[in-house]
């Protein structure tokens, strides 16, 4: 099992990023995604989750209006849409799915670093 995040980089405060969850090793159309962020000195956060088969998208409150997140399930790929980036979105951002439709994830990735600075 093998949850790849990637799409990481330096961007200017106000500048967009894609980020992307490549997945392998388990039934992807089955599972729902979960996207996830950690600052230094921080607790980890749920960014944003899409549901099996996209029915269902939910994000938290400090993105909505500028992530959007989407889901290729011939490319067994989940991506998070980063649009209108502040410093306070710098973190590592994480992906992990989970069978269930709500509750603890199964699987997770390695993160991917996010920095918004100018």
């Known amino acids: 099992v093998q949850l790849q995040a990637s799409g990481g980089g330096l961007v200017q405060p106000g500048g967009s990023l894609r980020l992307s969850c490549a997945a392998s090793g388990f039934g992807f159309d089955d599972y729902a995604i979960g996207w996830f962020r950690q600052a230094p000195g921080t607790e980890r956060e749920g960014v944003s989750c899409?549901?099996?088969?996209?029915?269902?998208?939910s994000y938290a409150d400090s993105v909505k209006g500028r992530f959007a997140i989407s889901r290729d399930d011939a490319k067994n790929t989940v991506y998070l849409q980063m649009n209108s980036l502040n410093p306070e979105d710098t973190a590592i951002y994480y992906c992990?799915?989970?069978?269930?439709?709500?509750?603890?994830?199964?699987?997770w990735g390695q993160g991917t670093l996010v920095t918004v600075s100018s």
């Open positions: 992990a799915a989970r069978a269930a439709p709500y509750g603890k994830y199964d699987y």
């Open positions: 899409i549901s099996r088969s996209a029915s269902k998208t």
